[in-house]
Nanobody, 121 residues
């Protein structure tokens, strides 16, 4: 029905920057909430940032002032600009979306495949 494909990520030194992007495709009528979550080894998945259709954003305290979430509704894309990265930001980052489907108008909630972000010197 809907696929979320992530790009970006990789290895960066502390203090560096990376940008993640996620594009949704499929039977989409509209996309409501989009967001990024992350999961570090041995830890539970946690919220990083979300953005609703109207543009309001929400950030985890640990990333406020360093990460910026944005979306392009025309391209069904959400991005996460990550600046001033720290070793504790190392994790697999997952895109998340709540979608109203075309056709019957039902909703779909799902995840991307994950993108590894490693912050290390």
């Amino acid at each position: 029905q809907v696929q979320l494909v992530e790009s970006g990520g990789g290895l960066v030194q502390p203090g560096g920057s990376l940008r993640l992007s996620c594009t949704a495709s499929g039977s989409i009528f509209s996309i409501n909430d989009m967001g990024w979550y992350r999961q570090a080894p041995g830890k539970e998945r946690e919220l990083v940032a979300t953005i609703i259709n109207g543009g309001s954003t929400n950030y985890a305290d640990s990333v406020k002032g360093r990460f910026t979430i944005s979306r392009d509704n025309a391209e069904n894309t959400v991005s996460l600009q990550m600046d001033s990265l720290k070793p504790e930001d190392t994790a697999v980052y997952y895109c998340n979306a709540l979608v109203t489907l075309g056709g019957d108008g039902s909703t779909w909630h799902g995840w991307g495949q994950g993108a590894q972000v490693t912050v290390s010197s």
